[in-house]
């Protein structure tokens, strides 16, 4: 079974924020913590990954709590073209969650 | 980024026949694949773990004999359902990652239709 628990949905007016949460309680000290996302009939696409630090890339921006047992995934400026379902896992257990399905309202 | 194909995208097979899928990673040497299967609207299960020229490692309740899972070289990786049935029909993705890397890299997914 996989070891994060994500909400199954969200929902998001466009251009605004979206914070999708993911608890990562059970994460060892060296695993880094990885977001994809996958849109209807497509192989899911790297998002961003991250160990202790926030970290920003193009896409997004990842929090991590302190205690690492859980991260935040933030979009700044949700896009109808963000409309996905987002997965986070542990790097070193590859087991999928049942993710959060991200819905974007124009 | 980097890149992986699947080819077939979709194949449709009559029960009781065989079908390989082909996993490549185009413009890097994936040391590590893995192999997914997903049912609509479910998650991603994963099947396989495999490693260049070791053989795969199946996670629990996946038929080995079944789904025959080839890594012969550093950009190719092949998944073979062994005498299909319609409850094997699904969405298989495979994905690819490299030495000192943590990222991994998906195929695009190959549907699989068992009549």
């Known amino acids: 079974d996989a070891k994060t628990t994500q909400p199954n949905s969200m929902e998001s007016n466009e251009e605004e924020p979206v914070h999708l949460p993911c608890n990562h309680s059970t994460i060892s000290g060296t695993d880094y913590i990885h977001w994809y996302r996958q849109l209807p009939s497509q192989g899911p696409e790297y998002v961003i990954h991250g160990l202790t630090s926030n970290v920003n890339n193009r896409m997004a921006s990842l929090a991590i709590a302190e205690d690492r047992k859980s991260s935040t995934l933030i979009l700044h400026r949700a896009t109808l073209r963000d409309a996905a379902v987002y997965y986070c896992?542990?790097?070193?257990?590859?087991?999928f969650g049942a993710g959060t399905r991200l819905t974007v309202k124009p | 980024g980097a890149v992986v194909s699947q080819h077939p995208s979709w194949v449709i097979c009559k029960s009781g026949t065989s079908v390989k899928i082909e996993c490549r990673s185009l413009?890097?040497?994936?040391?590590?694949m893995f192999w997914y299967r997903q049912f609509p609207k479910q998650s991603l299960m994963l099947m396989a773990t495999?490693?260049?020229?070791?053989?795969?490692?199946?996670e629990q309740g996946v038929e080995k004999d079944k789904f025959l899972i080839n890594h012969a070289s550093l950009t190719l990786s092949t998944l073979t359902v062994t005498s299909a049935h319609p409850e094997d029909s699904s969405f298989y993705i495979c994905?690819?990652?490299?030495?000192?890397?943590?990222?991994?890299?998906f195929g695009p997914g190959t549907r699989l239709t068992v009549t």
């Open positions: 495999s490693n260049e020229g070791s053989k795969a490692t199946y």
């Open positions: 896992i542990h790097v070193n257990d590859m087991r």
């Open positions: 994905s690819a990652s490299f030495r000192g890397t943590y990222e991994q890299y």
């Open positions: 413009d890097f040497q994936a040391t590590t």
